[in-house]
């Protein structure tokens, strides 16, 4: 019988550290820490994401800046409003609401964040540094999934890790904090050959590619550590992972349930990383 790895409860305990961190904060500096959220267009998506941050900050005493353009807003109106937050001394962070509308370049947009304000990570300073195994900010998603193996004590090293998804918002990213972890891992996408074989070898396996319940109990190996970073919906409309849940979890030494997993830990993260970008102002 597998542990499930309640990302619940661990968001829970790391907001209650966070919102200390932040009152901490106030007191000595004499001001509030800040984070600009930017949405533009009208995805319904995307506005569930953004309330549910806007939401959080209030919990552990954020202050949010919400910024809302229409859907079509032009790019230098875009850029503008990022332009004017990275000058702003009471913001600390700034987080642009992906996806775009299509006319607008998404990698102009954020070029125009500081590295320093970048508290999702996403930056190429931030990416790169990474990369080189540098402190930096990490993206919300993979900086959480970490937090989440070492909450449980897991630790990668010397493991066979196998990231299924190649995304720039969780697989690349994930991919390096395993390998500066020490494990061994494989990246495997839509093109890769004996996809079932590679990730039946992984002793950690990560997935977030999309698929409703893609991955079965053959494709993982007995006592594996399965990550879901997934999130869907069944056939009846039922919220479920890129795992199947149920013909897995008794397989797997640990895994992450949809929803309750890997999910509450990204908007964590990213009050996390606003407080380290303050704490750096």
Excluded: W
């Excluded at 998506?45 to 079509?72: M, T, W």
């Excluded at 004017?84 to 947009?109: S, T, W, Y």
Aim: hydrophobic share 45%; with cysteine.
């Amino acid at each position: 019988m597998s542990t499930i790895i309640d990302g619940k409860a661990l968001a829970a305990k790391m907001r209650a550290e966070i919102k200390t961190r932040v009152a901490a904060f106030q007191a000595e500096r004499g001001k509030e820490i800040g984070l600009a959220v930017v949405l533009v267009g009208e995805d319904s998506a995307s506005q569930v994401y953004v309330r549910n941050k806007i939401k959080a900050c209030e919990e552990v005493g954020v202050k949010s800046f919400s910024y809302h353009l229409p859907a079509d807003a032009t790019q230098q109106q875009v850029c503008g409003l990022v332009d004017e937050l990275a000058a702003a001394d009471n913001v600390h962070g700034i987080l642009v609401q992906l996806p775009l509308p299509k006319h607008i370049d998404e990698r102009a947009v954020l070029r125009r964040i500081p590295p320093k304000k970048d508290v999702d990570g996403f930056c190429a300073e931030n990416v790169g540094n990474l990369a080189m195994n540098r402190e930096t900010i990490v993206a919300c998603t993979p900086f959480g999934v970490m937090k989440m193996l070492e909450e449980y004590g897991i630790n990668p090293k010397g493991k066979n890790a196998v990231m299924l998804g190649r995304s720039n918002i969780v697989g690349k990213p994930m991919a390096m904090l395993l390998l500066n972890a020490d494990a061994t891992v494989t990246v495997c996408h839509s093109k890769t050959e004996n996809l079932k074989e590679v990730c039946a070898g992984a002793d950690i396996l990560v997935v977030a590619i999309g698929r409703a319940k893609f991955v079965t109990a053959d494709m993982v190996k007995e006592g594996a550590v399965v990550i879901d970073v997934g999130m869907d919906r069944d056939e009846n409309g039922k919220l479920c992972g890129d795992v199947d849940f149920e013909g897995v979890k008794d397989k797997a030494s640990y895994i992450t349930p949809v929803p309750g997993g890997v999910g509450p830990m990204t908007i964590t993260m990213l009050l996390y990383n606003t407080v380290l970008t303050a704490s750096r102002s």
